[in-house]
């Protein structure tokens, strides 16, 4: 407070058009495409929600992408793990057959990423706020309480986000995590986006994955814009690497065929296993 | 009251004034005790001791239960789950699992023997309508039916099976759900994969399997049975438990614990949800069980 009893407010970057991705999984060339396809939208900025690394093959490669274009990032379960040397990804999954995958992806993964970039994940926020326009956004990587929380659009209740924007002071919440994008605008005005991820298709038999972007304006405009991409050199650095062969056939095919007990009944139908 | 005589002694007791407790952090699942503990099976290892029989625990009424959902909505919950005994026996189960599902994703346990085609479409209907997720678990202990029906009864292994291939065909990707109690019979197979694949040569591609440990209580507790203490408790996060982000209404009040509802020292309101959000005693031998495996009732 100040002496005269007004708060004094943070400053809070405003914009008017930015654009937002998660999960990239270390999927370099995925990564190459959005950005590039990002600077031809007239975007003020690019923002990242966190999970650079698993899944995919040399995780060391996203990092420089990632600082050249200047993205804005924060962190995610896989981050955090990294960063702080802990023995699992913290997913959240409880199946034994995801655990068993997760493990794989995971041990990799911390073998393959350097001491400086665990370093610059360590230091990422765990949260960041912005104003897009006179929205106030507040940005997670699973909810804005739980870095993990799993937020799928047919097992989050309105009256659930409704609870995190008012706790947060947020007009729009941001988040990824599922690796399955959603929108929905809540009857108040304010709105909740997963802005889906660029690391892997979204298991709807598409090989292209998914970012947002989103416009300031009397209507909030949500865009969710594909991602085209060479997924097929990215599948066979997987094989050469070593992954399991199940995660090159997920990006060939555009169908998850591991991480599926985490999905709720709805977004499971939609799959193909 | 019907009154303990069915129980083993231990599970009325009340929590010592040292019991350890778990926090409350937040209202994320909350469970409906709907039949209480009125079953038509009466399984060895029944973690209430449900049966046919002169229920322990009385049914919640309607009334409750949608009184619960709107308050729970209220709170921001994020997943609702109906529970008993057997909630097919309630009159309204289909009625009630539409209203949580106006609210938030809803799970309903069951022992599937009551799902017959007619039951099988109007679930399937509830879910075509629902912005949000259904999930029907059925309970199902040993791929082999011998072994299954001596846990669960005569007859229990078809009729449950029946329900999921008949749930499977209408989309609904029911998920099975067994206790290890059987593990034995089958020495050095895994589990899950002899699920997985029994479910799979039934023609069911999308199989969903949750194990569960066994619990020292209901008609497997004893007197004696092992609790915590502080000291056990050193260096673990309490916020993992799940009663430190859930309830549960059944008759009598509000409970954090899904498999201890009913128990009167388990009971930490006779109001409202809210009125419950307190810390939990940690009191029961089933809570060591928690501790120790890190299960939760929850799908995942």
């Given at each position: 407070m100040r002496a005269d009893g007004d708060d004094v407010q943070e400053r809070i970057a405003e914009y008017r058009r930015i654009a937002v991705f998660g999960g990239v999984y270390s999927n370099a060339p995925a990564l190459e495409a959005m950005l590039a396809d990002a600077r031809g939208r007239d975007v003020e900025a690019v923002f990242c929600l966190g999970d650079m690394g698993g899944f995919g093959p040399h995780p060391d490669r996203v990092f420089p992408l990632l600082r050249e274009a200047g993205v804005l990032a924060i962190q995610g379960n896989y981050d955090e793990s990294l960063a702080l040397g802990k023995t699992d990804c913290g997913c959240g999954y409880t199946d034994p057959r995801d655990n068993h995958f997760a493990r794989i992806s995971y041990e990799y993964t911390f073998a393959k990423t350097s001491m400086e970039n665990k370093r610059w994940l360590g230091g990422l926020p765990a949260h960041r706020r912005l104003r897009l326009g006179t929205r106030r956004v507040l940005m997670s990587h699973g909810s804005p309480r739980v870095i993990n929380e799993f937020l799928w659009e047919s097992a989050t209740p309105t009256g659930l986000l409704k609870r995190f924007l008012r706790e947060g002071a947020a007009d729009v919440l941001l988040c990824t995590h599922t690796g399955i994008k959603w929108h929905r605008a809540l009857p108040d005005g304010t709105h909740a986006v997963n802005v889906g991820v660029i690391g892997r298709p979204e298991n709807d038999g598409s090989s292209n994955v998914w970012y947002t972007v989103l416009t300031a304006g009397p209507d909030l405009s949500v865009e969710f814009i594909p991602v085209h991409y060479d997924y097929e050199t990215l599948a066979r650095q997987m094989e050469q690497e070593g992954l399991p062969p199940e995660f090159a056939e997920t990006v060939r095919t555009g169908w998850w065929t591991t991480c599926l007990e985490n999905l709720p009944s709805q977004e499971r139908s939609r799959g193909k296993f | 009251m019907i009154g303990p005589m069915r129980l083993p002694l231990i599970n009325w007791m009340a929590p010592p004034a040292d019991a350890p407790r778990a926090p409350f952090l937040r209202l994320s699942t909350l469970w409906i005790q709907i039949t209480g503990t009125w079953c038509n099976l009466e399984c060895v290892h029944c973690i209430n001791a449900s049966g046919p029989a002169d229920p322990w625990l009385k049914p919640v009424?309607?009334?409750v239960v949608r009184r619960a959902i709107r308050e729970a909505e209220?709170?921001?919950?994020?997943?609702?789950?109906?529970t008993g005994g057997e909630p097919f026996l309630h009159a309204e189960m289909l009625?009630?699992?539409?209203?949580?599902?106006?609210?938030?994703?809803t799970t309903v346990l069951t022992n599937g023997t009551l799902i017959d085609e007619a039951m099988a479409d109007g679930l399937a209907a509830l879910a075509r309508r629902a912005s949000y997720s259904l999930e029907v678990r059925v309970s199902l202990d040993d791929t082999d039916p011998e072994t299954n029906d001596r846990v669960r009864g005569a007859g229990s292994f078809s009729k449950a099976v029946a329900a999921i291939v008949?749930?499977?065909?209408?989309?609904?990707?029911?998920i099975v759900t067994a206790t290890e109690i059987a593990r034995a019979a089958h020495a050095g197979e895994g589990m899950y994969?002899?699920?997985?694949?029994?479910?799979?040569?039934?023609?069911?591609?999308?199989?969903?399997?949750?194990?569960?440990?066994?619990?020292?209580?209901?008609?497997?507790?004893?007197?004696?049975?092992?609790?915590?203490?502080?000291?056990?408790?050193?260096g673990f996060d309490r916020g993992l438990l799940q009663c430190s982000e859930s309830r549960v209404v059944g008759d009598g009040g509000v409970y954090a614990c899904p498999i201890l509802a009913g128990?009167?020292?388990a009971r930490l309101t006779e109001g409202t949800l809210k009125e419950s959000f307190a810390d939990a005693p940690l009191y029961h031998p089933a809570c060591v069980t928690c501790v120790q495996t890190g299960m939760t009732c929850k799908n995942g």
């Open positions: - | 009424s309607p009334e209220d709170l921001g919950v994020k997943e609702i789950y109906f009625a009630l699992l539409g209203d949580a599902l106006e609210v938030a994703p008949r749930l499977n065909d209408r989309g609904l990707l029911p994969e002899r699920f997985r694949g029994f479910l799979m040569a039934r023609g069911i591609e999308k199989p969903r399997v949750k194990i569960m440990p066994v619990f020292a209580l209901g008609r497997l507790g004893r007197e004696g049975d092992p609790r915590l203490t502080e000291a056990d408790l050193a128990l009167p020292g």
